[in-house]
């Protein structure tokens, strides 16, 4: 029999049958010593063949994946954690305050789910609560993502504004929802699917950062049509497996120009007539956007916490 992994909790895996029954299933050894180099064998997404025996539903195989995306792991003896796989879109939840998301964590998530051919729509919550200076903030990066080629979304989910617009996006499809702690991920989800009832958390006043209020990846079925996957929130993306030369063809806007520059093997740094370079000294490409390109090739992990002009 066949199914799809909706929740999992390091040993145990709630999977949704054909027939729409849910059945707890462990993992059969062998997944355990194939050399995967992540800490999770099976993740939220999987399509599973499973059997029944006398105690419980076992896992036997896992059909290929179309997509998966990952972070790096808090398990320093692995090197990466699946997060969710076979997604047809992710949601990544960003706020301008309370807590405040840097570009340099955007763009990291960006580059992770182009690279994994999932396409992303960046959800700009908690507009009710910005200053004047947010909101011309806000209006600027989304702006300036929309330029580059991605789907932008202003949205409250405790006031409901455009909610109904996310709801469109989603309709039909699997979306993966992420974004660090406290962006409000589990209230969106409430407000999108009340049945849920997930628990919310407030935010701590002293670092302004959210708690972990998810602490599994789990996957929800929505009564207009589609599935949610709501996972815990990231603090940051790690570039895991990727080749520094082709980093800037995962960059939308530096794509288009990668055949302009003088040499093939242009890696946009230190390299003479650079269409890249050209392009950020003249606008077509933002610097800040530029910055975190650097930072990931020299794999800058602080610059998730810090911005150098947004």
Not at 94 to 107: A, R
Not at 151 to 165: D, H, P, R
Not at 246 to 254: N, P, Q
Request: aromatic share 10%.
């Amino acid at each position: 029999m066949q199914g799809i992994v909706i929740k999992s909790t390091g040993s145990w895996y709630s999977v949704r049958l054909e027939n729409e029954k849910q059945v707890d299933a462990r993992i059969q050894g062998k997944f355990r010593i194939k050399g995967i180099k992540t800490t999770n064998p099976v993740a939220v997404g999987d399509i599973v063949t499973l059997k029944e025996t006398e105690e419980n539903y076992v896992i036997t195989d896992i059909q290929d994946r179309k997509n998966y995306v990952i972070r790096k792991s808090v398990n320093l003896s692995k090197r990466s954690h699946i997060i969710a796989a076979n997604i047809d879109q992710a949601l990544l939840i960003v706020t301008l305050s309370h807590p405040t998301t840097y570009t340099g964590f955007i763009d990291r998530f960006l580059i992770t789910a182009e690279a994994y051919h999932i396409p992303t729509i960046i959800v700009f919550n908690k507009i009710d609560i910005y200053t004047e200076a947010e909101k011309e903030k806000l209006t600027k990066l989304m702006a300036i993502y929309t330029k580059i080629g991605y789907k932008c979304v202003a949205i409250s989910a405790l006031k409901e504004a455009n909610i109904e617009e996310l709801k469109t996006i989603m309709k039909d499809k699997t979306s993966v929802v992420s974004g660090h702690s406290g962006v409000g991920k589990s209230t969106l989800l409430n407000c999108i699917e009340p049945k849920l009832k997930l628990k919310t958390s407030e935010i701590s006043e002293s670092h302004s950062q959210g708690k972990h209020t998810t602490t599994f990846a789990e996957m929800y079925e929505l009564n207009f049509g589609g599935f949610i996957i709501d996972t815990p929130g990231v603090k940051a993306f790690g570039l895991i497996d990727f080749d520094k030369n082709e980093l800037s063809h995962y960059f939308l806007e530096m794509r288009a120009l990668l055949n302009e520059c003088h040499f093939n093997n242009c890696q946009h740094i230190n390299e003479p007539k650079c269409a890249i370079k050209a392009a950020v000294s003249t606008g077509e490409i933002e610097e800040f956007r530029y910055n975190n390109y650097i930072s990931m090739y020299t794999d800058d992990e602080e610059e998730n916490y810090r911005d150098k002009g947004y």
